[in-house]
């Protein structure tokens, strides 16, 4: 049973920092591409960023570029999410993901396979 779980979200202020943890069990971790999302109330779901299968190769929103940064850890099954300078607009629901899509559709949230539960993350002014 494939198995994701995001911790890390909490309440900051704005400008601030997080780090947002997804832990994997049940799947050949190091063969999946695995995406961060963000949903807030009354919104689409939306693409953050991603970590394809080989270290190094990341994407991002261009929303978040230069603020955030994902990495993984294939030895420990996890991936990671540091958020810099957050803002209140990002207030939202985080979740992970885990695909074998091609590198061209990684923004996609229909071409992953696998979802977390979320974690929230509150962002003050």
């Known amino acids: 049973q494939v198995e994701l779980v995001e911790s890390g979200g909490d309440l900051v202020q704005a400008g601030g920092s997080l780090s947002l943890s997804c832990a994997a069990s049940g799947l050949t971790f190091s063969r999946y591409i695995i995406g961060w999302f963000r949903q807030a109330p009354g919104k689409e779901r939306e693409f953050i960023a991603a970590i394809l299968r080989s270290v190094g190769s990341t994407y991002y929103a261009d929303s978040v570029k230069g603020r955030f940064t994902i990495s993984r850890d294939n030895a420990k099954n996890t991936v990671y999410l540091q958020m810099n300078s957050l803002k209140p607009e990002e207030t939202a629901i985080y979740y992970c993901?885990?695909?074998?899509?091609?590198?061209?559709?990684?923004?996609?949230?229909?071409?992953?396979?696998?979802w977390g539960q979320g974690t929230q993350v509150t962002v003050s002014s």
């Open positions: 993901a885990a695909g074998l899509a091609p590198s061209s559709l990684v923004g996609l949230s229909s071409h992953y396979d696998y």
